[in-house]
């Protein structure tokens, strides 16, 4: 991984998770206190997992909205040129999966991996060429339910299809302390430090600020309603209306990008709620196919709607954590 450049003594207090409850810090033109969670309660533990192999199913066409039909590349594997902080829409594929995807053959076990490991958990290889390098989780896809992990430039010339790697899992069952109606999934500890550190924090309102590239509407929302957890897997954003892609700006989606989901529940399943907000991060590419686009895998929600997006273009995993 990249050497980490140095950073003011606050911020490393702050990255490191000691500093007292109530500090207050600057946040755009307010004040804003940080998150607190029930850190020390984290239980880290080891997952495994292996790359896997695209595959293509008998009917190899897929049918877009328009009834044309195209073979596209898709799933799994080793994806070069799309990766964290690439566009997720300005591609000739169907639910790509940024940098490299991983599963575990065992269902049990790749369950346990879905849902252990977290936005932002360290990964480390430990078979191949590339063994002893490190990653980053950057995903988590439902239906395949895959596992994705980005790594520094220089390591993707030394995978292979089935290299295992360990994911340090740890933030499964974070809770907020000072917030009010939070409720906090599939994010890292590391994850959470960074975004505290870009600007997220409770208002004078008790109003959790949160960076975001879009405000996405629930009505966009498909493929992964109906859920009964978010602790795996993603919902999909429809984009086969060119209008409201303008009106939204969804064509600058990217790999990676923290997005806000107006309307969207996503405590315990994925489901349309009145005021209620969403914080998610952008997990695979488009999709032509009915209901079907972008995925999007939550971090933090509100069902009363105590989140309050702020627009900011930086807002992206890429930049966010170091990657690349």
Known sequence: MKQKAPVLPFLA??????????????????????????????????????????????????????????????????????????????LAGDHVEPSVSIYHDDNDAQRALNVLAQIGNAVRITSGDAKGHEGTVIGKHGGVDN??????????????????????????????????????????PRLLDAMTARGMGLDGDGKLVVPVTHVIPAK?????????HVHSGDYDIQMFDPEINER?????????????????????????????????VVVHAISRVAGHGPGVTALIT?????????????????SWLDLR
Request: charged share 20%; hydrophobic share 45%.
């Open 13 to 90: 207090a702050l990255l490191a998770g000691w500093l007292p409850s109530g500090i207050a810090f600057a946040g755009g033109d307010q004040t804003l206190v940080a998150l607190e969670v029930n850190r020390a309660e984290l239980v880290e533990m080891a997952v495994t997992g292996k790359i896997r192999q695209p595959a293509i199913a008998a009917a190899i066409y897929r049918v877009s909205t328009e009834g044309t039909v195209k073979a596209l590349p898709g799933t799994g594997g080793i994806t070069y040129n799309f990766r964290v902080g690439d566009s997720a829409v300005h």
């Open 147 to 188: 596992v994705m992990v980005e790594f520094d430039d220089e390591v993707y010339d030394l995978l292979n299809i089935g290299d295992t790697m360990l994911v340090r899992a740890v933030g499964l069952g974070m809770e907020a302390r000072n917030g009010n109606d939070l409720f906090l999934r599939n994010l890292s």
């Open 220 to 228: 966009l929302m498909g493929s992964g309603l109906g859920r009964n």
């Open 248 to 280: 939204y700006h969804l064509d600058t989606l990217r790999l990676g990008d923290i997005v806000a989901l107006e309307n969207a529940d996503t405590a315990y399943g994925r489901s349309y709620r009145e005021g209620a907000v969403t914080i998610g």
């Open 302 to 318: 509100s069902p009363s709607g105590q989140i309050k997006p702020v627009i900011r273009e930086e807002a992206n995993l890429k």
